[in-house]
């Protein structure tokens, strides 16, 4: 998960960069980039995600002055400096993961896009122009903010017309994914379940989270039912969510963002209207049903009243694109009622984005590092904020309705 304030370049006292993070590793990403012969004169380093705020990376902007007077602006992703987030990017092999995403899985989708129809599909993520494992792990990715990209208000949560440009990317993203893995069925063993390769330390934060809501739904009169189910959930919770984010054998499975919320989006506007999206941070992508994005992104993404009165467009306007895609690309999508009935069947799954909408959308970024040692005291302040109280009573009364959140 990464956060970070819109635009938002405000001076900070912050720690030198990394003796890794040099002129000759932005040399190499220029060189990689097809910009062989432009020469890095100087280099300035910042940090644009607060501390804390960045859960398992450190996100660098590198700023290159080039000899001859121009400028190139990049992103670099290197380990995060706690111990426990280290050891969960290494026990997840996040940084692996996603370079193989950004620097070869999705510009093979995006070719397919561009053979299937020339210029229609814009670029479904940034560009990776540099990875590695030494000195340590590391990406370098396309800055997006000097064309005008920037993130929506995670507080607030997307509204329509956000909503509807994310979707409409992820279901282009899941379309051409499908037909990567229909001609390369090993890569669904190969991006393996990250819940299952990340299983200790999710299983230490989704307790953490749900022991935290259902401390709060316990004070909260006439709750105490989600209270109890809440803390029964717990118990089996990461092997639901498991078991659930598992590639089916003959199902539709496409390769998952993972983590599709709305500080994992970049928008760009002109003269205020809404243009373009790019997806960034792949670190938990795998092979599993689309029903997965779909959830998550629902359930921890959009604004309440999106989320109360708008899921079947959006999963209608979702379905139209999966399909006008998956026509484009010469296949079938699954029709609208059976991918209704995967979105139910992989329900319980959107309790993980229930419980951590309101981390996600806290006033100030969490640094939430003590959660993944057992500590939940510092979410239990979340959950009993007002507006918090509102929506998970609203939800969770849903989800119990639905069966996503047993007795």
């Known amino acids: 998960m990464v956060e970070t304030q819109q635009g938002d370049e405000r001076q900070r006292d912050i720690p030198p960069p990394p003796s890794w993070l040099d002129k000759g590793l932005i040399q190499q990403a220029l060189c990689n980039g097809g910009e062989e012969n432009l020469q890095v004169a100087a280099l300035d380093v910042t940090l644009p995600i607060p501390s804390g705020e960045n859960y398992s990376s450190t996100i660098y902007r590198a700023k290159a002055t080039l000899t001859d007077g121009q400028h190139r ?3 670099v992703k290197g380990p995060s400096p706690g111990a426990t987030l280290a050891n969960m990017s290494s026990e997840g092999g996040v940084f692996q993961r996603e370079a193989e995403l950004l620097g070869t899985l999705i510009p093979q989708m995006q070719a397919l896009l561009e053979d299937a129809a020339p ?10 122009y540099h990875h590695g494992t030494s000195p340590v792990e590391f990406l370098v990715l396309e ?41 390369q069925p090993e890569l ?31 004070s909260w009169p006439g709750c105490e039912d989600y209270a109890d189910r809440l803390d029964k959930f717990k118990v089996v919770a990461i092997d639901k969510f498991t078991e659930l984010n598992d590639a089916k054998p003959g199902a539709f499975n496409v390769i998952t963002h993972g983590d599709y919320w709305v500080n994992n989006m970049m928008f760009r506007y002109e003269e205020g209207e809404l243009k373009e999206f790019r997806a960034v941070d792949l670190q938990m992508s795998h092979a599993a049903s689309p029903a997965i994005d779909l959830i998550y992104f629902l359930s921890s993404s959009v604004s309440d009243l999106i989320h109360e009165h708008h899921q079947d467009l959006l999963l209608r306007e979702y379905h139209w694109e999966l399909k006008e895609t998956l026509e484009l690309l010469g296949l079938q999508a699954p029709s609208l009622e059976a991918l209704l009935s995967a979105v139910d069947v992989h329900g319980p ?27 939940h005291s510092c979410l239990v302040p979340v959950y009993e904020l007002p507006d918090v109280k509102k929506w998970m009573q609203r939800v969770l009364r849903e989800y119990v309705r639905k069966g996503w959140l047993p007795a």
């Open 73 to 75: 602006s990049f992103i």
């Open 119 to 128: 210029g229609r599909f814009p670029p479904l993520a940034p560009r990776c």
């Open 143 to 183: 800055d997006l903010t000097p064309a005008g990209f920037k993130m929506a208000n995670r507080k607030r949560g997307l509204g329509l017309r956000h909503s509807l440009l994310a979707l409409r990317t992820l279901a282009r993203f899941h379309a051409a994914s499908h037909a990567l893995l229909r001609r």
């Open 188 to 218: 669904a063993e190969k991006l393996g379940n990250t819940w299952r390769a990340m299983y200790n330390t999710m299983e230490t934060f989704v307790k953490g989270e749900m022991g935290a809501a259902a401390e709060a739904c316990r």
């Open 349 to 375: 799954c959107s309790l993980y984005g229930v419980i951590s909408r309101p981390v996600l959308k806290a006033e100030k970024g969490l640094d939430v590092s003590a959660v993944y040692g057992g500590d």
